[in-house]
């Protein structure tokens, strides 16, 4: 039919324009408030305009070197403004940097999920962010996910733990 034709055609000319948009450098969101689409349909358009676009591996390689520096500079950025972060939330008990550190671990694992995307690794992708119990605790109170009380007894077994894995480590030491 002719207008499955024209619909066709301008899928594909949206595919194109998507790729060449990310090359570019755009996000998925731009791209897609560029091209009046949700996002996941830009990321999408942005797979098939590769996948059909007949390009030679040695340019996909490259567009996949471009992007990989470019996720692998934003990562860099987050992890620069997670220590100041971490700093308010903690020592001034700021709530609202204890939000903006978890966007922050929450847009690390994003970015983390993209670059083994795009470069063909297919594994869960999660974040640990390693802290002491009692930063840990302040950070659940501030961002709202712990009470007070819930923080006080979670210490108390963080701390209890230690004191057993402490113990434990001394035998160990003691015992050929």
Known sequence: MPGDNVAELERKQRQARALELRVQGASYRQIAHELDVNVQTAHSDVRHAIDESGA?????????????????????????????????????????????????????????????????????????????????????VLVGDLSEERRRALLEEGRARDEKLRQLESVRAVVP
């Open 56 to 140: 030679t591996p040695e340019q996909v390689e490259h567009a996949r070197e471009v992007l990989n520096a470019r996720l692998h500079q934003a990562y860099l950025r987050l992890n620069g403004a997670a220590a100041p972060m971490l700093k308010l939330a903690t020592e001034k008990s700021d709530a609202q940097a204890a939000r903006a550190l978890a966007a922050i671990v929450n847009a690390q694992t994003r970015i983390t999920a993209q670059f083994a995307q795009l470069n063909g690794v297919q594994v869960p992708v999660t974040q640990h962010v390693v802290v002491e119990h009692d930063v840990r605790s302040k950070l659940l």
